[in-house]
C-alpha cells in the first residue's frame, strides 16, 4: 500500500459511520466504545472484531494526597467497588475483573480483596475518612465516564464524598497526574519485557519513568527487584520476576485495578497483515488487500 490515509472523527458513532460507508477500510483498536462496536456488528458482524485485551483500568490515587497515602484507606475503596459487576457492565462477557496488572493472575491470599461494601465502611470509619471528600479525575470519553460513574456510586455507598472531573488527555492533570485524588486510567497491556514500573504511579521526566523516584509503595526493595527483573538473561526468569512485581502492586496498591477491557476493531475482511501478533500498527509495511 503506497499511502496510507489516517482519519479522526467527533465521535465513535461517526467513526462507524464512515467504516460501514466504506469510507475508511479499518477502525484502529480502542476507537470504538463498546456500544458503538456492538450497533455495527449488527450490520456488519463479518467486520467487527471483538476481543479480551490486557489494557488495564485502575484508579490512580495522587500520591500528594495525605488520605490516599494511606494503604488502609485504598484497600477500603477497593473493596468497595464490585470489580466483578463493573466489568461485565461496562465491557460485557469478554471483560473480566482485576486483582493485579496482568489478565489471570490472582492476588496473593493476604493481599485478596472481594467486594463487600460492609468491611469498606467499617475499615474507612475505623481511619476516621467517613465523609470525606475525593476528586475522581477521568478523561473526556463515554466509556471513561461510565466507569467513573460506577466507581463514584459505590465509594458514595460506603460513606465518601466524590466529585467527578472532567479532563481532555494532555492536561496537566492526565499528564502530570496532579489532580488531588483518584483518577481513572486506561494502562496498556504488554508482553514480558514491557517495563512493569508503568503500574506503580511514578513520577516522569521527559516522558520516561523517573527510575530514580521512590513514592508510599514503591520503595527500595521494590526497585531492586525490578533492576534484577531487568537485568535477567532469561526469559522465564524475568517472567517469574514479573509475576512477582504485578503481584506486588495488589499488596501495595500503588494504583486500584479495576477491570480487563476489551479490545473493539472494525477491519474489511479483504484486508490482510494488520494482526501480526505484534503493537497494533508495528506491520503497517506488510498489510496488502
Do not use: C, K
Not at 490515509?5 to 476507537?31: M, Q, T, Y
Amino acid at each position: 500500500i503506497a499511502r496510507i490515509e489516517v482519519r479522526v472523527f467527533e465521535s465513535a458513532e461517526a467513526l462507524a459511520a464512515a467504516f460501514e460507508s466504506n469510507a475508511i477500510d479499518l477502525v484502529v483498536p480502542g476507537a470504538l466504545t463498546p456500544e458503538a462496536a456492538a450497533d455495527l456488528a449488527t450490520r456488519r458482524a463479518e467486520a467487527v472484531i471483538v476481543r479480551p485485551a490486557e489494557d488495564l483500568y485502575a484508579l490512580v490515587p495522587d500520591a500528594s494526597s495525605p488520605l490516599l497515602a494511606r494503604r488502609v484507606v485504598r484497600r477500603a475503596i477497593w473493596q468497595a467497588i464490585d470489580r466483578d459487576a463493573l466489568a461485565t457492565a461496562v465491557f460485557g462477557p469478554l471483560g473480566a475483573p482485576a486483582e493485579t496488572p496482568s489478565r489471570g493472575l490472582a492476588a496473593a491470599p493476604e493481599d485478596h480483596r472481594g467486594y463487600d461494601p460492609v468491611a469498606a465502611r467499617a475499615a474507612l470509619e475505623a481511619a476516621d475518612a467517613l465523609g470525606a471528600t475525593i476528586p475522581l479525575t477521568h478523561m473526556a470519553r463515554p466509556l471513561d465516564l461510565h466507569i467513573a460513574t460506577m466507581v463514584r456510586d459505590a465509594l458514595v455507598a460506603v460513606g465518601l464524598v466524590v466529585e467527578l472531573r472532567e479532563v481532555v488527555p494532555g492536561t496537566p492533570a492526565a499528564r502530570n497526574r496532579e489532580h488531588g485524588g483518584l483518577m481513572l486510567s486506561m494502562i496498556r497491556g504488554g508482553d514480558d519485557d514491557s517495563d512493569p514500573r508503568r503500574y506503580w504511579n511514578l513520577p516522569r521526566v521527559n516522558g520516561r519513568i523517573d527510575a530514580s523516584a521512590r513514592t508510599f509503595a514503591f520503595d527500595e526493595a521494590t526497585a531492586q527487584i525490578v533492576d534484577r527483573w531487568s537485568r535477567a538473561l532469561y526469559a522465564e526468569r524475568r517472567a517469574q520476576l514479573g509475576r512477582g512485581i504485578d503481584m506486588a502492586v495488589a499488596h501495595r496498591l500503588p494504583l486500584l485495578p479495576l477491570a480487563f477491557g476489551t479490545e473493539r476493531l472494525a477491519v474489511l475482511p479483504t484486508l490482510r497483515g494488520w494482526d501480526a501478533g505484534r503493537r497494533f500498527g508495528d506491520t503497517a509495511a506488510d498489510w496488502h488487500f
